[in-house]
């Protein structure tokens, strides 16, 4: 069973910047897709950004070019970068990874908790 493991949350001021970590237990390798999705109180959880294993990128409305997701084959892990935070953003963001094969199955992480405030 993978398991995903997200750090790097926090509290951080309005402009700030946060790099989120997502941990695979195994390789990254045995996911078609990785991404951050992110939910805020009272709101469904909504795509940040995916990234799949030839390193292609597809972010979501919300960023508006503001993150960044990548991968470290090597260390088994796939970040995202945050700039500009706005308060907006606050929210439980969440690791997932999609397998190959189908249907796909999807992994989730615990998700860690980014809060944007003065």
């Known amino acids: 069973q993978v398991q995903l493991v997200e750090s790097g949350g926090g509290l951080v001021q309005p402009g700030g910047s946060l790099r989120l970590s997502c941990s695979a237990s195994?390789?990254?390798?045995?996911?078609?897709?990785m991404g951050w999705y992110r939910q805020a109180p009272g709101k469904q959880r909504e795509l940040v950004a995916f990234?799949?294993?030839?390193?292609?990128?597809n972010y979501g409305d919300s960023p508006e070019g503001r993150f960044t997701i990548s991968r470290d084959n090597a260390k088994n892990t796939v970040y995202l970068q945050m700039n500009s935070l706005k308060p907006e953003d606050t929210a439980i963001y969440y690791c997932?990874?999609?397998?190959?094969?189908?249907?796909?199955?999807?992994?989730w992480g615990q998700g860690t908790q980014v809060t944007v405030s003065s």
């Open positions: 990234i799949t294993s030839d390193g292609t990128t």
């Open positions: 195994g390789s990254i390798s045995s996911f078609r897709t």
């Open positions: 997932n990874g999609q397998s190959w094969g189908w249907p796909p199955r999807g992994y």
